[in-house]
């Protein structure tokens, strides 16, 4: 295992004692200590500093620099949660900046910059089916209002599942969507709760609401019913219920998040009463983050305590330069140049290893040459 630092940054955050220069937590895990030293980002406003924002440096062990950004996600994340317990101030989810490696008496250590949103255009995505949002709507006023009123909640909590970033709280929003559904789609599919048997006298009673109408429409009317069902609700249980850790989940959950989405989007539908409810166009999410860059190098030569300049992290500074945007009905193509500067120690060289551009599935792109030149 390596060691390695990982930094994250929260704007808006709640302030630090303005005595304190940083807060630092520890804790013992079966997989060691974690340890995250929080400070302040302060902003100049009127020839005053204001504190807008937290910086969270987070020290763990890890096989690699992915990998120690995984852990520490989560990690800031439980401390951020308990920010917001004893604060009352909803937070967003701190955003990864840099990972490198810190392992004391080796020459190569992995380095990663993660750049969010870094050309700052607000591009719109998706074109709007003006024909379909009439569809929808002329339906939805026709309803009557007991049964509207439990799809206008689903609706709202399929929106509330696309706009959080957390995959557990998407998760748990597109269930939560289907459970509003539920007596709609009892009275559709003509099934009631499930009984409760006594199991001395065999007397059956409803103790309490069931979700048969879930149930039935995933087993009847989407493929692979059964089994998506089943894991959907062995999800449900772990994630609401506590059963399961919930880094042992995540990739399970990620995975099965957008098949629960869809689901969702078709219940909808049928509930509304559409025809071809099944053939209705569905698009899947598009995350809120429409782009961003991961830079991986490896440093070479220098101490932990010092690879950057001053004593400071080390980063590569980006320019991006030589916006084009080409428009037409149906894209918008973004051309870029981006420039990446090394800001180390002068101890300190570095061999790139790869630049990735992510984005949702919607946005494709190329880069078109890569050039690598050392500063005199």
């Excluded at 990998?67 to 989810?93: N, P, Q």
């Excluded at 959907?232 to 609401?240: P, Q, T």
């Excluded at 919930?246 to 989007?265: G, H, Y």
């Amino acid at each position: 295992m390596k060691e390695y630092t990982i930094l994250f940054s929260l704007r808006p955050a709640v302030k630090l004692d303005p005595k304190m220069t940083s807060l630092t937590l520890e804790f013992m895990e079966t997989e060691g200590s974690r340890k995250v030293t929080i400070s302040k980002i302060e902003d100049e406003v009127a020839g005053h500093k204001i504190q807008s924002g937290l910086v969270f440096r987070v020290f763990l062990q890890a096989n690699n620099a992915k990998e120690a950004i995984a852990k520490a996600k989560s990690f800031v994340d439980g401390v951020v949660s308990f920010i917001t317990l004893i604060t009352g101030i909803g937070l967003l989810t701190p955003r990864e900046e840099l990972a490198y490696e810190v392992t004391p008496q080796v020459n190569e250590r992995d380095f990663m910059q993660i750049y969010h949103d870094p050309f700052h255009v607000p591009i719109s995505r998706r074109n709007l089916d003006n024909q379909l949002l009439i569809q929808l709507i002329d339906h939805f006023t026709r309803l009557n209002p007991y049964i509207s009123s439990r799809i206008a909640r689903g609706i709202r909590w399929y929106r509330m599942g696309t706009m959080t970033s957390d995959i557990f709280d998407r998760f748990n929003c597109f269930w939560i969507g289907l459970e509003a559904l539920n007596p709609v789609l009892q009275e559709k599919f003509s099934v009631l709760d499930d009984m409760t048997k006594c199991p001395k006298c065999g007397y059956e009673w409803v103790s309490m609401p069931t979700i048969s109408g879930i149930r039935t429409f995933i087993q009847n009317e989407i493929p692979e019913g059964k089994t998506l069902y089943r894991l959907f609700r062995e999800l449900r249980n772990h994630i609401m219920h506590s059963k399961e850790k919930l880094e042992n989940i995540q990739k399970e959950v990620s995975d099965a998040v957008p098949k629960l989405a869809e689901v969702l989007f078709r219940a909808i539908c049928f509930a509304l009463g559409l025809k071809e409810w099944k053939k209705v166009p569905y698009k899947v999410i598009l995350e809120q983050i429409p782009l961003h860059i991961e830079l991986e190098a490896i440093l070479v030569g220098g101490v932990p305590e010092s690879l950057g300049i001053d004593g400071k992290d080390p980063f590569f500074e980006a320019k991006h330069e030589g916006f084009t945007i080409i428009q037409s009905d149906k894209e918008v193509t973004l051309k870029v140049t981006s420039n990446f500067t090394a800001r180390l120690n002068p101890e300190v060289k570095w061999r790139p290893i790869q630049v990735r551009f992510y984005g949702d599935p919607e946005v494709t792109g190329s880069i078109v040459e890569t050039k690598i030149q050392k500063q005199t």
